[in-house]
């Protein structure tokens, strides 16, 4: 196995791994945190995002897009079949995790933690957070796929 090889496999783990954490939040934990009254759910999701602030998911976060970087530049560097995948899972990565993360769920985050009535920003926080995610869970599973393409080519 060859240092892109082993890249590849790690980029595909990696942004297989953070998908699935955001595809969790899609698919039951903000239905869950939506359930709850709002001033619960609200109080409930600003301590999820102070303790997502950890290097479990900031480790995470970081190696589901400079892992594709890494097996791309290794990849394209060395000529290796699939690098141009490994390039576009690089690339879903970057912008459609962590950009989304940075410019959507993020801002929307410190909104709610700042809000002076949590439980009136709750009502307009839920659906467009979740709108947010679901990118980001598509972009994780995308990233994946690419690599996964990448590695086989």
């Known amino acids: 196995m060859t240092a892109y090889d082993l890249l590849v496999v790690l980029a595909a783990v990696a942004t297989g791994l953070a998908g699935g954490v955001l595809y969790a939040f899609s698919a039951f934990v903000m239905a869950g945190l939506h359930r709850l009254e709002p001033a619960a759910g609200a109080a409930a999701m600003r301590s999820v995002n102070r303790a997502a602030l950890r290097p479990p998911l900031m480790v995470l976060l970081a ?16 000529r290796a079949d699939g690098a141009w995948w490994a390039l576009a899972g690089a690339v879903v990565a970057l912008v459609g995790i962590l950009g989304v993360t940075g410019v959507g769920n993020v801002p929307l985050n410190e909104r709610l933690d700042a809000a002076s009535d949590p439980a009136a920003e709750w009502a307009l926080f839920v659906p467009r957070w979740l709108a947010w995610n679901h990118v980001r869970t598509a972009a994780g599973a995308v990233a994946t796929a690419l690599l996964v393409v990448a590695a086989t080519a």
């Open 63 to 78: 190696a589901s897009v400079l892992l594709p970087a890494a097996a791309a530049v290794v990849g394209l560097a060395g």
